[in-house]
């Protein structure tokens, strides 16, 4: 078997462009970005996939109001989960969707982490799609190494998006991120700077809960894309966390809308902020992307 | 269905065992049914069997420390090293206690910008790494302090970060503590098995778990509730962070992470462990953390110090009590 004909590069012959969303630090959204990538993508018509490798504390069914799914065995492979029904274009898989119990916990050494990754590449089968999102875990250590490993013969589609806060802890993480990539090769899309501000319902008065700026000057000290930063927007941590606990709130024309979760996140003021942000990565061609492009 | 079984906690199982394998540690080790064929066969069936030797040392080195806290979350970005870096300040601004506190994340070490230290370096003594002095009763130890240059990444897989946090464990001259702080990373994979599996006889006083209101958060804190019930770490309760917000203009409170599930409130109650205190978000914390101030000491008359102070109060009289 030559290194560019593997069970990887086989069952991902159909993904034209594979994004990686990193961090470095825990908890400053990259599953939350993540989730809106796939839905701004959704949005204009792409067919695309979300692969959570975060094994220890798997984000993104919830995210994706998928909570309580099973994965399903098939002729092809693994059956990845379908966030918008029947459309079939968000498709998803993640540890979540293994465990019994929603609190069991996944206590893996490395070894037992690299297996479950190399089968998440080679086992399920996402068929045809625009773009692949990966969603990793806080640091840079065996998931990342395993997934850069297994992803080698298809590394030639892949590239990275980074997503800090502006505190100073962040931008540490960020910057030990951005060196991992370096270390890699691993291209870098451009830099997301999230919870940049928040402000008051009460008298708008704009607060920097976790500082600002820092993104935008390490972008350019480090000459990387600043994609855009992104206030807090407690809207989209209510919809994003209680994909299935707000329903009170949810209008009929919500639950008869095509894609419920899609129809909501469109309304929030973070849609318009991210829809620009990855603005440029919507509209260049293929090729701008340094991608050579699937079959 | 595809799902993956209940993963038994403390067994050591090399990547290319048979699927039966006993674990490296286990008296059957090379010896099963299983191992036959196993390429690990000989390596187990030769090697000394018994608890890893490092757990002498580590037992021996902790002798002089008094108590022993870890503070965890399975999520990231909820406040484990702030809240450190708080207890630690606080337990020693009693001249007379002696804290310390070990920074186990590796790949993401932040306990050095929060303490203000980020430019040291450890040295080592003939006794041992010396930890690094914060103020005269506090002193810390972290890969930060380690590093030739701070955005270095350390790209470790998980046996390198083993051998790191059980050096941190058996080799840091902490010297007589009373209270020994422990920041974990995320999750619940190597490092904590590791300071868990090391601490084994030394004995760990508690686990504080620190989470968010949210849903997301609240999962990854159950999931450690469940790590911990497996490997049989006491849980001195839960602390609710970043719960509320105070606008600093109109003094009106918001909430910024809904609690839509019912937050850290009806998670203590579900799972029967002590809900410690909830702590409002403020952003003067987060300035802190990144000057490497105190907190508590710089602000005083914050609802969120005020927060502080109670919980970590309650932390004192729970490891104490035993």
């Known amino acids: ?295 | 269905m595809i799902a993956i079984h209940p993963p038994e906690a403390t067994k050591l199982v090399p990547s290319n065992a048979p699927e039966h394998c006993p674990g490296t540690e286990s008296e059957q080790a090379g010896k099963a049914d299983a191992c036959a064929g196993c390429p690990n066969q000989e390596i187990c069936a030769t090697a000394p069997k018994g608890p890893d030797p490092a757990i002498t040392h580590v037992t021996t080195r902790m002798s002089s420390v008094r108590r022993k806290i870890l503070v965890l979350s399975g999520k990231g970005g909820v406040g484990k090293s702030t809240f450190t870096a708080q207890l630690g300040w606080a337990l020693s601004a009693d001249p007379d206690v002696q804290a310390g506190i070990m920074d186990i994340d590796i790949c993401g070490p932040s306990m050095p910008t929060m303490l203000g230290i980020q430019r040291e370096t450890v040295h080592a003594s003939g006794a041992g790494w010396s930890p690094i002095s914060v103020t005269d009763n506090l002193c810390a130890i972290s890969v930060g302090c380690m590093l030739a240059s701070p955005a270095d990444a350390v790209m470790w897989r998980g046996p390198r970060k083993n051998g790191l946090v059980a050096q941190f464990l058996k080799d840091v001259d902490w010297g007589a503590l009373d209270y020994l702080l422990v920041d974990t990373p995320p999750g619940t994979s190597d490092e904590h098995l590791s300071v868990v599996n090391l601490l084994k006889e030394a004995g760990i006083d508690g686990a504080v778990l620190l989470t968010t209101p949210q849903e997301v958060a609240l999962q990854d804190v159950r999931r450690e509730i469940d790590f911990c019930r497996k490997v049989g770490v006491r849980m001195l309760g839960i602390v609710e962070n970043m719960a509320g917000f105070v606008c600093p203009s109109c003094k009106g409170e918001s909430v910024i992470f809904k609690p839509t599930t019912g937050g850290a409130e009806r998670l203590a109650k579900e799972t029967g462990i002590e809900l410690l205190g909830r702590v409002p978000l403020d952003p003067r914390i987060g300035k802190c953390a990144d000057y490497g101030e105190n907190f508590l000491d710089e602000f005083p008359d914050s609802p969120a110090s005020k927060a502080f102070v109670q919980i970590i109060d309650r932390i004192k009289q729970l490891v104490d009590e035993q």
């Not at chain 1, 855009?228 to 707000?246: F, I, M, R």
């Open chain 1, 1 to 295: 078997m030559s290194t560019t004909d593997t069970p990887v590069s086989r069952r991902l012959a159909g993904v034209k462009r594979i994004l990686v969303v990193l961090a470095g630090k825990g908890g400053v959204g990259k599953s939350s970005v993540s989730a809106q990538l796939a839905l701004c993508l959704h949005k204009a018509g792409k067919r695309v996939g979300v692969l959570d490798i975060d094994l220890t504390g798997p984000s993104v069914p919830r995210m994706l109001g998928l909570d309580g799914n099973g994965v399903h065995q098939s002729s092809m492979g693994w059956v990845p989960v379908y966030a918008d029904g029947s459309t079939a274009r968000l498709a998803c898989m993640s540890v979540g969707f293994l465990l019994k119990r929603r609190e069991d916990s996944v206590v893996w050494r490395g070894p037992k982490k690299n297996a479950m990754i190399r089968q998440f590449l080679s086992d399920v089968a996402w068929g045809q799609l625009d773009y692949l999102i990966i969603d990793t875990p806080p640091g840079t250590s065996d998931e990342h190494l395993s997934m850069m490993e297994h992803l080698a013969p298809v590394a030639d589609r892949m590239s990275a998006i980074i997503v800090t806060t502006p505190q100073a802890v962040a931008l540490a993480d960020a910057a030990k991120c951005l060196s991992f990539t370096r270390a890699v090769s691993l291209p870098v899309l451009g830099l997301i700077e999230n919870m940049s501000g928040y402000v008051c319902p009460c008298c708008g008065e704009v607060s920097n809960v976790f500082s600002t700026g820092g993104g935008q000057e390490m972008a350019r000290r480090e000459g990387l894309t600043f994609l855009g930063s992104l206030p807090v927007d407690t809207e989209l941590v209510t919809l994003l966390d209680a994909a299935e606990g707000a329903q009170a709130d949810v209008s009929v024309e919500d639950q008869q809308a095509e894609f419920p979760l899609l129809h909501r996140y469109e309304r929030t003021a973070s849609f318009k902020l991210f829809h620009q942000a990855i603005g440029t990565l919507l509209q260049a061609p293929e090729a701008q992307l340094g991608a050579s492009s699937g079959p």
